[in-house]
């Protein structure tokens, strides 16, 4: 009965984390629900294989295998994943980049955004570093829930720079990412009570050809950045 009861609960996770891989549209989140989905499924493959085969090493064999997937794919993450942020790094960013000019066209561009923290330097500078690394952790949540918005995809790109990508046809995307950003990112830093304004400057490029280059994207989006990030320094006539 133990054993019937274990069944129908791995077959209702993996129900449901089918459900929600077909929802998902972020690559790096559905690699997530898949590995719960083999993980469940080789276990409770085992376990209904146990129950009918009884005495045979079904299910010892179908868990070792489980694990090693799951080891497997931990390893991976960590390799993808940044340390301090949790978001995906720059080998990431360069893989799912390429990948998404590859797939973009006319009907659904691909928009590249690049920001960084204002005034980075100066909180490492006056705070210490460890202030400075919580404001990066701040301005990754607010990065990551802008992703989560937009169902795009988010990295660290090095120091206080981070990417976003979204796919959309809407001419306005750009703005409204933009805007989200600020407000997310001016958001964490409050619920984190981070002793100042956190906030970022921004730029983006979009991609509408397949031979579009990543670098090239990047420079576009670098230079309105920075032309975004001077127009903030400069005080008011």
Same mark, same amino acid.
Request: hydrophobic residues 45%; contains cysteine; glycine residues 8%.
């Given at each position: ?7 129908? +609960? ?17 690559? +790096?989140?559905?690699?997530? #629900? ?7 499924? &080789? %276990? ?24 090693? +997937? /799951? ?8 390799? #993808? ?14 893989? +799912? ?13 691909? $928009? /590249?955004?690049? /920001? ?19 404001? &990066?952790?701040?301005?990754? =949540? ?33 703005? =409204?990412? %933009? ?27 979009? %991609? ?8 090239? /994207? ?7 950045? $920075? ?11």
């Amino acid at each position: 009965m133990t054993g019937l009861v274990d069944n129908i +609960y791995g077959i209702a996770i993996i129900i449901h984390a089918v459900i929600l891989l077909v929802r998902e549209k972020t690559a +790096y989140r559905r690699r997530d #629900y898949i590995t719960q989905i083999v993980f469940i499924v &080789l %276990c409770t493959a085992g376990g209904m294989a146990d129950a009918i085969i009884s005495g045979t090493p079904i299910m010892p064999l179908a868990i070792t295998l489980a694990f090693v +997937y /799951l080891f497997a794919n931990l390893l991976e993450g960590q390799i #993808y994943n940044d340390a301090l942020t949790g978001l995906n790094n720059r080998r990431r960013a360069d893989e +799912y980049v390429s990948e998404a000019i590859a797939a973009a066209n006319e009907d659904n561009p691909l $928009y /590249l955004f690049v /920001l960084d923290v204002d005034n980075f330097k100066s909180i490492n500078d006056s705070l210490g570093h460890l202030e400075g690394d919580r404001a &990066l952790k701040a301005v990754a =949540r607010g990065v990551a829930n802008t992703t989560e918005d937009f169902h795009g995809f988010a990295a660290r790109w090095g120091g206080d720079e981070f990417v976003l990508a979204a796919n959309s046809g809407e001419s306005d995307l750009p703005e =409204r990412v %933009c805007e989200r950003l600020k407000e997310n990112i001016a958001r964490e830093g409050e619920k984190d009570k981070i002793p100042f304004p956190l906030a970022a400057s921004v730029g983006f490029a979009k %991609c509408t050809s397949p031979g579009d280059k990543m670098a090239d /994207l990047i420079l576009v989006a670098d230079k309105m950045l $920075y032309k975004n990030k001077r127009n903030l320094e400069q005080p008011a006539a």
